[in-house]
């Protein structure tokens, strides 16, 4: 199955920002910063992501991003589908052109797969993602390293 650094990301930055914009916009530098993606790729994705109506964003000072709607109602699906992204596990991404031009034995086998891929994917929601354990284990890992890089930058500037 090819699901590219696109799709992985845009789903990794919305979960971020379904645990941590419950109270306040969440800017993309505080996501950048816990999951490890530059910038101007997140102004990207999030700008699609905007486009799809999945964020909002609130300008000014504490401004950042929001949900544009409960996480319950925003599947992974439909955050892969709004960054232009395929689910695919053909090896002609759903052409039929994969044998020489023409299609294979089992482009139908694999565009049943990638159907079925999609499906599951469009059962799963962020509110669900948000509750599971592993999900929360990771989160307070990545908000206490952020914290403690944050006081020793502070003890840096003293």
Known sequence: MRLTTKGRY???AMLDLAIHARLEPVSLADISERQTISISY???LF???RKGGLVSSVRGPGGGYQLA???SEIF???IIDAV???V???RCAGQGDCQQGMMCLTHDLWTDLSARIHDFLSNISLEELVHRRGVQAVALRQSKALHTEVQDLGLLLM
């Open 47 to 49: 700008a699609k992501l």
């Open 76 to 78: 992974v699906a439909q």
């Open 84 to 86: 232009d992204e395929l």
């Open 10 to 12: 845009a789903v990794t």
């Open 88 to 90: 695919d596990a053909t």
């Open 69 to 71: 709607r409960h996480g």
């Open 42 to 44: 997140l102004e990207q």
